[in-house]
């Protein structure tokens, strides 16, 4: 016997309609029982089938698909027992029976543990209470967002707006800041001048050989540099500040020669009340090695009250100057020298002039003739006046010119005067007019030789008058003239040594010469104003 | 040639180290009709003959041969002697000139001398 045949007819037994002693009221009833509730068992799973396909959102879906099979099991027993009415295959009902039984346990198994979370659940009344509250509390988001949006449009307005004014403060910033840089590169090519300008001052004081000196007054202190204190030579620190009325500094002062100490304590005076901006002042001061030294100090103001106006800062700069002063004494001797050789040149030419002259007076004397009388008479007085140039010379402050005005009115006084037994009157109208010796001795000269003629010829009776003016005309002209009221046409028409005299100095001295004869005679030269160096 | 006996000629000594302008200074003052007592050289020999003939003018150089000046001579001739002196110099300078003014002179003449200078200063000296 097969396992089959165990299961679907095993031999020996009857079918279940035979214990019914088939009655056909009992196997109709058990029958359409059977197959009823078996219809309604089938049924069953086939909804959940369908309430599971279309609730996807279940929980605990497998528990639907377990129950549908334990349905279907517990329908299938119920087929088996209309089956064995008429067949006893008890075998494979008590199979199907057997896997209705395990599924029971394992739904019932199962289930209960899960009562409390299927019924932690919501339930329907508890959704639609939320699913209102959540539709409130879509509507309050709904809201919300609009105020949100509406707080948004304007924030992103007031972004705008902030962008804009942020927009517009970079631009200023911008333009500050450019601005800013281009003050900073100004201030840093002021601070490139300012620091080559130092250079300079540097270069220039080590050059010069500057000491510095500055002064606090308002302190009562100064700081010499190191050139400063070593032009002191007395040992004066460097770089250190001294009281001005301290040991160090009143030791220094009592250095100074006593004859420049006026000239010192004057300039120092000046600079403290501010009187003067700057002074300067020249000082010998004796050395520690007993050398005495030049110094030239100059001072200004730095800073001063404003109230009294009295200096309360200054700077100094000293320099030695010794070299130059020695100089300078050098100099001032040497041209001391030259006057006084100049002064004895002068002398020896006009005290020769005057042996000359006494030669010429002692010759005369032993003349008897008259003519050659009167031509050593004639060069006495040209003698004279060579003489007399020189003399004005000497007695000029720069020993090379002179005003020839006093000059003239000396001349022609002391020839009109040396005129024997004449009264002839002299008038002299000369403007001052400064001269060298190039010039007045032609025109000393002249003078003398237009003179002696008129003083000899004009005058038969021995009275009568000459004048002499000196004028300025033109810029760069001066015109001379000797005139007389006599007879006239004198001397000039005579051709002689007084005539060549007068026409070749005219020549020299560029002069135009123009005479103009009766009444009278008169003499005009136009000639430059002689130019002095 | 000089008579104390005669008639008073003004008595002129002459002093000029330079022999040539001593005696054109002599000439003209002979040529004004004065006796011309002595010509010197130095200030010593002036002094010397100032005593020795007592004139009435000396005409005195400022710078003379040796160490003592025109200014020295005349001193002592005006105290001495009480003769007038007339200066003559080659020099206008301050410092001539306030040496000059140290002996009241009668007259000073500036080197160069010309024309009727020698003779007023002369006459005026003598009054």
Known sequence: MTLWDWMATPPGLTPHGFCLTWAPGLLGLHAMSDGVTALAYFSIPLALARIVDQRRDLEYRWIAWLFGAFILACGLTHVMSIYTLWVPAYGIEGLIKLVTALLSIATAAILWPMIPRVVALPSPTELRELNSRLSATVVEQARTADLLRQSEARARDVNLELERRVAERTSELSATNARLVEALAQQAAAEETRRESDVRLRLAMEGARLGVFEMDIAGNRGRLDTRAADMTGVGLPADAWLRLDGPELTAWVSHVHPDDLAVRDAAEAALRAGSQETVQMEYRARRADGTWVWLTHWRAVVDRDPATGKATRAIGLMLDTSDRAQAEVALRAALVQRDLLLREVYHRVKNNLQIIDGLLLMQAGAVKDPVARQALSGLRSRIYALGLVHAQLMASANLETFDIAPFLQELTHNIVAGAADSEVRLTVDASPLEVDLDFAVPVGLLVTELITNSLRHAFPSGRGSIQVTLAHREPGEVVLTVSDDGRGAAATDRPGVGSTIVQGLAKQLSAKLSVVDKPGHTTIMVMPTPEIP | ?127
């Open chain 2, 1 to 127: 040639m000089i008579n104390p006996k005669a008639a008073p000629t003004p008595r002129v000594l002459i002093v000029d180290d330079e022999f040539i302008i001593a005696n054109s200074l002599s000439l003209q003052v002979e040529e004004m009709g004065y006796q011309v007592c002595g010509m010197a050289s130095t200030a010593q020999e002036a002094i010397e003959l100032a005593h020795a003939w007592r004139p009435d003018v000396v005409l005195m150089d400022v710078r003379l041969k040796g160490d003592r000046d025109g200014v020295d001579a005349a001193i002592a001739i005006h105290d001495e002697v009480g003769s007038k002196v007339i200066f003559i110099t080659g020099s206008r300078e301050p410092a001539t000139m306030a040496r000059i003014q140290e002996d009241h002179p009668a007259g000073v003449l500036f080197k160069p001398i010309y024309g009727q200078q020698l003779r007023t200063a002369v006459e005026t000296a003598l009054g």
